[in-house]
Structures are given as C-alpha cells and as structure tokens.
C-alpha cells in the first residue's frame, strides 16, 4: 500500500521550507523520525482545509524545523511516508538527468552503449525528407525527438532552448555539469554542446530562397512502440509556419551571444537566420494557423493567437541587435492582445524577460507596465496557492494536457514577481512547485522517471517501451481532466480532476514526456534551486 503522506521523495535542502500533505479533516498529531529511528520533532498540524481540485480534505504537516542531513520519514496515525533526505546538494543527480535526456533524444545519430546504455541505437531518420506536396527532398537530419513519438518540431524546439538557455542565465553552474556526451571535455559546457545539435538541426528547416521556416518533419502517421531507426516510413516536411519562423528568429537571436565566445562563425550564421526569419514572417498568413496537411497526423502544434510569437521574436531581436525597428515593432505588439507564457503555445513572457534585460535603451513606461504585468499575474497565482494545502497555483480547472509544464510555468512566473519586488513569498511559494513535481502530490508519485519511490514505470515514450525500461530524468505530463485518451477515460473516468493520471503506457495525454516539459522544470530549478 502506498503511502498517503505525500512528500517531495526526492528530498530537500536544509534552509527550505519543508510541507508533506496528509488526507484528513481533523488537526492530527504527527512526528519525524530520522534513519536511527528516532523521533526529532512532533507537532500538532491545523485542521484539514477542502480542495476543490482534490474533492480531498488536506491537512500540511510542516516540518521545516529538521534541518539536519540524513534520512527521514513522518507518520501520522498508523501512516509512515516514503523515506526522503536532506542535504545540501539534493538535486544534482535529478538536474543532470533531466539535462541528459535530450542527448538520449538525439534524432539522425548513432547512440553508443557507452554514453546511452539500453538506449544505445543506430543512426536513425537519416533520409531525406520530402517537401510536403512536391517531389522535392531535403536532409534535415538531427535535432532531438520532440516527445514519446519521433516527430521534430520547430515549435516545441524553440521554447525548449529558449527555457534552457533562461536556465544557464540563472544558474551558471549548468555549464559545468558533465552530461557524459562523446563531446564532454571539449571547451564548449556540454549544455551548449547539446543545444547547438538542435540548433543545427533548425537551421536546415529554414528554407534557403526564402528564409521561411517549415513547421516540422515527421512521418505521416505515429509509428509504433519501436526504437527510432525502425521508424523507416517516408519523412515529410509540413509547410512554414507563421509560430515557427517567430520562434525560430526569437530562439536564434537568443542563442547567438551563448556562442560568440566558442564559435564566432556559428553565432554569425544564426544572426543572420534570424534577421532572414524575423523579416518575413508575417508574410506566412494562414487564416487559423498551422494546421496539418491533408494525410499528416502527427503533432500540430496549433496555436490560435500567432502574435505572442511575434512579440517575442521582436523582444529577442532588440536585445540581440539593437535596431531601432525591432523596439517598436515590439512596442507596438505590447498595445495588442498577446497571450503570456513559457509554452509552446503561449510565449510572450519569454518577450517580457527580454525586454527587461536588455541593454540597448527602453522605454521606461513600457518597462513599468510589463514590470506590473507579471506581478499581477503572480498575485493571481498566489491566491490560488493560499487556497489549497498543496500550496500550489491550481484549482480543479488547471489539469490540463501537460499540466506538469504548467506548474513549471507558473513557478517561474512566481519567481519572475520576486525578482521584481524582491519579496520573499513568491520565491517560496515557486519551489513548491517544484515540491509537487518530486511527490508531493495527489497523485502519490514522483513525476521525474527513474526517481523517488512510488515511481512512473510506463511512460508514454518509444525508447522506454521498446526496451521496456522507463529512460530515467524524464517529466511526465501528468494529470489531464480532459481525459483525451482511451486509457484516460477508462482508469480516470468519475475522479477528481487532480487525480487525473495513469501510469499507463498508452496514456499519452498524462503519461507521455517531452523536450519542452524538461526545459520548463530545468528553467525552474535554476531560478529557485540554486
Ligand atoms: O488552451 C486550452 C484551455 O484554454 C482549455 O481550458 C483547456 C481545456 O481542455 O484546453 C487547453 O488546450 C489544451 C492544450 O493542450 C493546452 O496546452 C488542449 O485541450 C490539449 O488538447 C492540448 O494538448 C496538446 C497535445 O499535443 C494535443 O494537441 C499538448 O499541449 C501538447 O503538449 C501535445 O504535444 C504533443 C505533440 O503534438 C506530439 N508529440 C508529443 C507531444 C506531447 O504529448
Ligand atoms: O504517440 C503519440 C503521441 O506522441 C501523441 O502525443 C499522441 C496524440 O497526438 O498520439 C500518440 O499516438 C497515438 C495516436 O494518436 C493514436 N493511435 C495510437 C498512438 C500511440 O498511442
Ligand atoms: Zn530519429
């Protein structure tokens, strides 16, 4: 029987606050025991308070007093939780994990045993790929594969680096993690290493007559549970995309200053992509967006509102650049209806952050009302956080396809509000995001494959159920009341939507992982965590 304590399982550091959450209405009595057995503080908890997305009286066990390095348990009753550790240093292994997945998703290489063990695989997708309705073929061998299926997508592609490169602003110490790739020890961090083996991979989708960039490559259908050099089908490349040359210009513009140290030439050639991108890509009007073409199934990435992407293409461009035209074109988005966020689907936050830190001159009203903006929206988010025991900002309309990218999301829009009012209580309230993610949740696991002790073990992911062995360091989407998949409807049908999951394998709208989800919880742990 699983516990019904539920706790970070991965662990805490000794200065952070510290909440495990335990069902019940009453106020209970409840006590820590390190690994010795004995009993290093005992409480009376307040009552429990009801959470609307739980249906679940809730009660928070506080513990941050125990501060001491070691293994831990608390019980309340007859209940004992998971064990769990403290100390100083507790993420690193789950930070270099979820930075090597996407080595393990490189597309169009040879993966060695030595660096990839069972995942190790021929070169794989390396045809060419057709150009979706013509007899025209292109290489565009490389990147990773986005997700649990092998698509590459332009989309997804962009947010994730801009979420990694967001992550090495906040936490320099990533450029020094061996990810223990072929290339480890060269003079370039590893982190850097493996971006540029997706950047070169976007580069080849930027269409050279025109500088357009194509949505994506895939294959027409989703193949089956296969490792990826078995997905042989004919590659397509879908047509440009208004959200993919806007992202494309934002995330090169982004990356070129990352490479100027290491490889002048590289950063030039990404400059100069995304001065081509960003130039037309409003010349790309299809009424509605990107939309699969007729016999393509695979991934849309679809996106209503196409003018949060030109928001930040236009932020990125001025940051980088300077020009005079890219700040007011981006003045003049900030007057329209932009969606904010650190999505796929909505970006324009990734704008905001590079409008503020910018060095070339900007306008101080426009600067207050972005400033005033996202303190607004955390506030919101706090409110929500103040209202469930689990102290984080969702209520029972929240679980969505992805959810646990949402959490990341809003945990750095939290800390986005402490770096502007330096209040303590976003920061705070943003590492329990992270906190839900390790464990303590409805849910009852650790969200990270390959960590903590109630773990996913069928991830929605080819690699994983080809080899049978869940790939390690992978975020899993996690609950989705929308139940958009048979094994959704069939386990979760009739529950809360918090508790909205399957560990399933066929459960791709909660149980699959993607390179975007990643990103978002690295950029987090970067800002709260180090
Ligand atoms: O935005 C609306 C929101 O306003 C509404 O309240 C809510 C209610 O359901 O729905 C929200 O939209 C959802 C959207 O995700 C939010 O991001 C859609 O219902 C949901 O269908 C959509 O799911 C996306 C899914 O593709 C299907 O399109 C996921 O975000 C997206 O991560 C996922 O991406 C797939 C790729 O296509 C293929 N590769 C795997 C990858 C991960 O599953
Ligand atoms: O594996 C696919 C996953 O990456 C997608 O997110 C998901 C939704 O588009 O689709 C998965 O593929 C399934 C397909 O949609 C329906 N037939 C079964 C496929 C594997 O579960
Ligand atoms: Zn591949």
Known sequence: MKSKIYVNEIGYRPDDKKVAVFCGKDAVKYKVFNEAGECVLEKMSQAGILNSAT?????????????????????????????????????????????????????????????????????????????????????????WHDAGDYGRYIVAAAVTLAALFHAIENDESLLKVDMQIPESGQAMPDILTEIR????????????????????????????????????????????????????????????????????????????????????????????????PEGVVTGTYEDKNELDEQYWAAAEMYKAFGDELYKNEFENYVNQEVMHGYGWEDVASFGNLAYLSTSYPTDEKIADKLRNAMTEKADALMQKCNANSYEISFDENDYIWGSNMYIAENGSHLFDAYKI?????????????????????????????????????????????????????????????????????????????????????????????????????????AQVLN
């Open 55 to 143: 249906g679940d009286e809730e009660i928070k066990l506080d513990f941050s007093e125990v501060k001491e390095n070691g293994t831990y348990t608390i019980s309340v009753e007859n209940e004992k939780s998971v064990t769990f550790s403290i100390q100083e240093n507790i993420y690193d292994d789950v930070r270099k994990s979820l930075m090597r997945f996407f080595f393990l998703q490189r597309c169009g290489t040879e993966l060695t045993k030595e660096y990839a063990g069972v995942y190790a695989h021929p070169a794989c997708h390396n045809t060419k790929a057709r150009i979706y309705g013509t007899d025209e073929f292109l290489e565009v061998n490389g990147g």
């Open 421 to 525: 009012t330096g209040e303590e209580k976003y920061l705070v309230a943003a590492k329990e995001h992270v906190h839900y993610i390790f464990g303590k949740n409805p849910c009852n696991v650790c969200f990270i494959t390959g960590f903590g002790t109630n773990q996913v073990l069928n991830p929605h992911h080819r690699p994983s159920a080809a080899t049978k062995q869940a790939m390690p360091g992978m975020l899993i989407g996690g609950p989705d009341s929308g139940l958009h998949d048979p094994d959704a409807v069939r386990d979760c049908m009739g529950l809360a939507p918090a508790k909205c999951y399957t560990d399933k394998l066929l459960s791709y709208s909660t149980n699959e992982v993607t390179i975007y989800w990643n990103s978002a919880l690295l950029m987090l742990m």
């Open 197 to 292: 083996y997706e950047l070169e991979w976007m580069l080849k989708m930027q269409d050279k007559a025109t500088g357009k960039v194509y949505h994506k490559v895939t294959c027409a259908n989703f193949c089956d549970f296969v490792m990826p050099e078995h997905e042989t089908e004919e590659l397509i490349i879908c047509p440009f995309s208004l959200t993919a040359t806007a992202d494309f210009a934002a995330c090169m513009a982004m990356a070129v200053k990352f490479y100027e140290p290491y490889d002048k030439a590289f950063a030039d050639k990404m400059a100069k992509a995304a001065k081509r991108a960003y130039a037309v890509m409003r010349e790309i009007q299809v009424p509605g967006g990107f939309l699969n």
